[in-house]
């Protein structure tokens, strides 16, 4: 009592089948998957990487740069 049987999810996806048509779910099905697909490319790329993650090298040089520019600025 209180729970939907398989029955009733049945009748739903009728329902919403009926209303929206198969040609109009399918195509949001299609646009749903395209922007997921698109995230998760997202989150995988590496071009824009903050500071914080850049490799060892780029850290060492960009350490090597702040202190000569501290150097510079004490000098004058």
Known sequence: ???L?????????AVVLLVFGTKRLTSG?????????EFKKGMRDDDDKPAG???D???TDQA??????D?????R
């Open 57 to 59: 090298q780029s850290r």
């Open 1 to 3: 009592m209180g729970g």
């Open 29 to 37: 099905a299609k646009d749903l998957g395209s922007a997921v697909k």
């Open 71 to 75: 150097d510079d600025h004490v000098q």
């Open 53 to 55: 993650q850049l490799g």
């Open 64 to 69: 090597a740069s702040d202190k000569q520019r």
């Open 5 to 13: 049987s398989i029955w009733h999810w049945l009748i739903v996806l």
